[in-house]
C-alpha cells in the first residue's frame, strides 16, 4: 500500500487519521507542525501528502507550495484539512496545486475515499508513464533494428554487384598492408561430428554459417570465408562504409559471434532433443597484419571469389585451435594494443605456431563491464 505522511497539530484528529488510513493497510508517518512535515517529506519521499491547513511553524499552503516548487516532489498528491468553510481557502488552496480539499471535523469515510481516489490516480499515472518508456524503448529498437538490416541489404547488394563483371574490375585492390582477421570455430568439433549423421551435421552447420555471416556482416566485414566448421572474416578500414576502427569492428563481431552461438544452443536442444550433445560453443581468434587477396575466377564455371591468404592468416587460425578451451575470444598483442581501452584483457600467454618458430603472445579478454 501507500506510504503516507500526514500534518496535524491537533492530536485527537492526528490519531484518528492515523488509525483510519492504517486500517486501510498503508504506512503512516505523522508530524504535529509545518516544519516537521516538510522535513518528513523531503526524507522519506511519500506517496501521499495529507495536512492540515492551519498549523504552527509553516502553514498548509507553504507546506504545499514548497512540495510543488520542488522538482523531485512537485507530483506528489496532497490533500488539504481545515476547519474553515470560507471558499476563498478552498481556492487558494487549489490555486497552488491541492489535488483535494477536506474540511474538519474528518469523516472517516471521506478521508478513505479522497486517500483511494489519490492512489489510484497516482497508479494510474505511473501505469501510463511505463507504458510511454516501453513504447519509446520498443520504438528505439525497432529504428536501430531497422537500420542494421538497412546496412546489411545495402552491405549486400553492394558485394552482389561487385561479382557482376564490370569496367574496372581489373582495377580493385588485392592486398592489404595491413587488415584485421577473425577466425571462429564451434569447439569440440570432434565430438559432433561422432554424434550426428551427414544430414544432421549438415543442419547444424547450415544454421551456424547463416547466423555468423550475418553477424560479421552486421560489423563491415569486407570478406566473408567459410572453412571446413569455422568461419573466416577479413576487416580494413577500406569501404567498410563506417568510420570505425577495424580492430574495434572485429572484436564486435567476436562478442557478437559469442552471444550468436548461446542461441544456437536453444536451436540445438529444439532440433536434436533427447540426444546426449555437446554443448554449443564457439572459440574465436583475432589478428591483424598484411593480408593478400586472390583471386579464383570462376573454378568450373563457379562464381569468382577473393580468398584472403598470407601469414596473418594462416597465424589466425592457429591461434584459435591453440588457445585455451577456457578462453572463448583470443586477441594478439598487435590487435590489443589497437583497441586499448575498449576490452578488458584477462590473461596473457605464450603459444606455439607449428609454421613458426618464435612463439606468439596473445591475450584472452571480455567487454568491459561499465
Request: charged share 20%.
Amino acid at each position: 500500500m501507500a506510504l503516507i505522511v500526514v500534518a496535524e497539530d491537533d492530536g485527537g484528529t492526528l490519531k484518528l487519521i492515523q488509525v483510519v488510513l492504517r486500517n486501510q493497510g498503508h504506512s503512516v508517518i505523522t508530524a504535529g507542525d509545518g516544519h516537521g512535515a516538510w522535513q518528513l517529506i523531503r526524507e522519506h519521499r511519500p506517496d501521499l501528502v495529507v495536512s492540515d491547513v492551519n498549523m504552527p511553524g509553516a502553514t498548509g499552503f507553504e507546506l504545499l507550495r514548497a512540495v510543488r516548487e520542488h522538482d523531485d516532489l512537485n507530483q506528489t498528491p496532497f490533500i488539504l484539512l481545515t476547519s474553515l468553510q470560507e471558499r476563498r481557502d478552498m481556492r487558494q488552496g487549489m490555486t497552488l496545486g491541492a489535488d483535494d480539499y477536506l474540511t474538519k471535523p474528518v469523516r472517516p469515510s471521506e478521508l478513505v475515499d479522497a486517500v483511494s481516489a489519490q492512489i489510484n490516480r497516482l497508479a494510474t499515472r505511473s501505469a501510463a508513464l511505463d507504458m510511454q518508456v516501453r513504447d519509446a524503448v520498443s520504438e528505439a529498437l525497432e529504428e536501430q533494428a531497422w537500420s542494421l538490416q538497412e546496412q546489411y541489404e545495402k552491405r549486400l547488394a553492394r558485394e552482389l554487384s561487385e561479382q557482376w563483371p564490370g569496367e574496372n574490375r581489373g582495377q580493385q585492390e588485392h592486398h592489404h598492408t595491413h587488415a584485421t582477421v577473425l577466425f571462429a570455430d564451434i569447439r569440440h568439433h570432434a565430438d559432433w561430428l561422432a554424434a550426428l549423421d551427414a544430414d544432421q551435421l549438415v543442419t547444424l552447420l547450415k544454421r551456424f554459417y547463416e547466423g555468423s555471416g550475418d553477424t560479421v556482416h552486421l560489423f563491415g566485414a569486407s570478406t566473408v570465408q567459410f572453412v571446413g566448421d569455422g568461419l573466416l572474416a577479413l576487416f580494413t578500414d577500406r569501404d567498410a562504409g563506417t568510420t570505425a576502427h577495424q580492430g574495434l569492428r572485429a572484436i564486435k563481431a567476436a562478442f557478437g559471434l559469442r552471444n550468436a552461438a548461446a542461441g544456437m544452443q536453444g536451436f540445438v536442444n529444439q532440433r536434436f532433443p533427447g540426444m546426449a550433445l555437446p554443448r554449443f560453443a564457439v572459440g574465436v581468434a583475432v589478428h591483424s597484419g598484411p593480408v593478400a587477396m586472390m583471386r579464383l575466377d570462376g573454378l568450373l564455371g563457379g562464381a569468382q571469389q577473393r580468398l584472403p591468404v598470407g601469414e596473418t592468416v594462416v597465424d589466425v587460425m592457429a591461434m584459435q585451435r591453440l588457445a585455451p578451451a577456457a578462453h572463448s575470444v583470443t586477441v594478439s598483442i598487435p590487435v590489443l594494443r589497437s583497441i586499448t581501452g575498449a576490452i578488458q584483457p584477462l590473461s596473457r600467454h605464450f603459444i606455439t605456431l607449428p609454421h613458426r618458430s618464435e612463439t606468439l603472445e596473445v591475450c584472452a579478454v571480455e567487454p568491459l563491464t561499465v
